[in-house]
């Protein structure tokens, strides 16, 4: 009889924790269909921004958050998309969203640091660029980011210096490339200097027909320092190249 009763206290137990475990399971099932609904979204997000339809991924990228609320790359994606569309309030919303999530976030910082350079606003750039570059020294875009800002504070120097690094880290560092997730401030001005800087330093490596077509270019672009050329003991090779005179009169 006591068996009986174990037993029948023992089936009484389980039918009670069934429902209850079947409870527990169901939203854990929920859960994991939602997080992969959204990596669908972020998927579909990240091949829009690739073919440039920023208004799709800017909703695909919207729809991950709703699911996924504190994902810091998924912010920073936003962020660019939204820049990449033109809305810079936002695009700053969302890098500064990213940041909260995650401080360490090197390209993160460098996006809100391009923001600040193209809104003008130089100070505050440079603290941004400085913390990525602390976090990540080999991301040449950031170097390009950091010497728009020194540009935009009159630091020619400086400038410079943090356009040649870019270059030695990568030789295209200065060419456009529109579907990454890491800004990089690109304008006419800045395009005419980096064809100067570009040249110098083809001369400085004895290509000079590299340099020749960089002046050019430099010359196309209305970049106003080009008599510097012949002052600049890096371009002495091409001094007396009467190609330079057609491009550049003394």
């Known amino acids: 009889m006591q068996l009986r009763v174990r037993m029948l206290m023992a089936a009484g137990l389980l039918i009670c924790e069934l429902?209850?475990?079947?409870?527990?399971?169901?939203?854990?099932?929920?859960?994991?269909?939602?997080?992969?609904?959204?990596?669908?979204?972020?998927?579909?997000?990240?091949?829009?921004?690739?073919?440039?339809?920023?208004?799709?991924?800017?909703f695909y990228y919207r729809k991950a958050l709703r699911v996924?609320?504190?994902?810091?790359?998924?912010?920073?994606?936003?962020?660019?998309?939204?820049?990449?569309?033109?809305?810079?309030?936002?695009?700053?919303?969302?890098?500064?969203?990213?940041?909260?999530?995650?401080?360490?976030?090197?390209?993160?910082?460098?996006?809100?640091?391009?923001?600040?350079?193209?809104?003008?606003?130089?100070?505050?750039?440079?603290?941004?660029?400085?913390?990525?570059l602390a976090l990540d020294e080999t991301q040449a875009a950031t170097h390009v980011n950091l010497a728009e800002a020194w540009i935009g504070l009159g630091e020619t120097d400086r400038a410079m210096t943090e356009y040649t690094r870019a270059l030695e880290l990568d030789p295209d560092a200065l060419s456009e490339n529109d579907n990454g997730v890491l800004a990089r401030v690109s304008t006419p001005e800045q395009r005419a200097r980096t064809a100067y800087i570009i040249a110098r330093s083809y001369a400085r490596r004895g290509n000079l027909e590299g340099a020749l077509d960089y002046l050019q270019r430099a010359k196309e672009g209305h970049y106003p320092d080009l008599a510097k050329v012949y002052s600049d003991p890096e371009f002495?090779?091409?001094?007396?190249?009467?190609r330079l005179a057609k491009i550049i009169k003394r």
Request: a positive charge; charged letters at 25%.
């Open 68 to 132: 996924d609320r504190q994902n810091a790359e998924l912010y920073n994606k936003l962020g660019v998309a939204e820049l990449k569309s033109g809305d810079k309030g936002s695009a700053r919303k969302y890098f500064t969203r990213a940041v909260q999530y995650n401080p360490q976030f090197a390209i993160a910082l460098n996006n809100l640091g391009a923001v600040d350079c193209l809104d003008r606003k130089y100070k505050p750039a440079v603290s941004y660029l400085k913390q990525a």
């Open 19 to 58: 429902p209850y475990g079947r409870s527990e399971l169901l939203p854990n099932v929920a859960t994991v269909d939602k997080l992969a609904a959204a990596r669908t979204a972020e998927e579909n997000g990240d091949l829009a921004r690739i073919h440039s339809d920023y208004a799709q991924a800017v």
């Open 236 to 242: 002495a090779p091409l001094w007396k190249d009467p």
